[in-house]
Nanobody, 115 residues
Framework: QVQLVESGGGLVGSGGSLTLSCQAS????????MAWYRQAPGKEREHVAD???????KYNPAVEGRLTISRDNARPTIFLQMERLEPEDTAVYYC?????????WGQGTQVIVSS
C-alpha cells in the first residue's frame, strides 16, 4: 500500500499563496493517477486536481487558473501550488494515489485562508 504524507498547509491571508506537497512512499506500478482533494467544514470532500502517470492534468473548475498540480519525476512527490487564495479555499487538503490495485489517502493538511 502506498503511504502518503502531505505538508505545507497553514494560515494565509486572502490573496496569498501556499504550496502543498505530498510525498509518497512510491508511485503505484502501472498506470496511476495522483490527486488532491479537499474537505471544507460541513461539506463533502471534493476533487481539486489530479495528474496522471503521463502528466495529464484535470482541475475542478472552481480552482482552475489559481491552483496548479505538478509532479516531481525524480521522486514520488506531487505538489499543489495555490495562488490568489480565497476564504472559500479553507479546507483540509488530502492527497490520493489511485493505481490499478490500490487507492490510498494521506492524513491531510489544513489550509486556512483569512478574509
Amino acid at each position: 500500500q502506498v503511504q502518503l504524507v502531505e505538508s505545507g498547509g497553514g494560515l494565509v491571508g486572502s490573496g496569498g499563496s501556499l504550496t502543498l506537497s505530498c510525498q509518497a512512499s512510491e508511485y503505484p506500478s502501472g498506470f496511476y493517477v495522483m490527486a488532491w482533494y479537499r474537505q471544507a467544514p460541513g461539506k463533502e470532500r471534493e476533487h481539486v486536481a489530479d495528474i496522471s502517470k503521463f502528466g495529464i492534468t484535470k482541475y475542478n473548475p472552481a480552482v482552475e487558473g489559481r491552483l496548479t498540480i505538478s509532479r516531481d519525476n525524480a521522486r514520488p512527490t506531487i505538489f499543489l501550488q495555490m495562488e490568489r487564495l480565497e476564504p472559500e479555499d479553507t479546507a483540509v487538503y488530502y492527497c490520493r494515489s489511485i493505481g490499478a490495485d490500490e487507492d490510498a489517502w494521506g492524513q491531510g493538511t489544513q489550509v486556512i485562508v483569512s478574509s
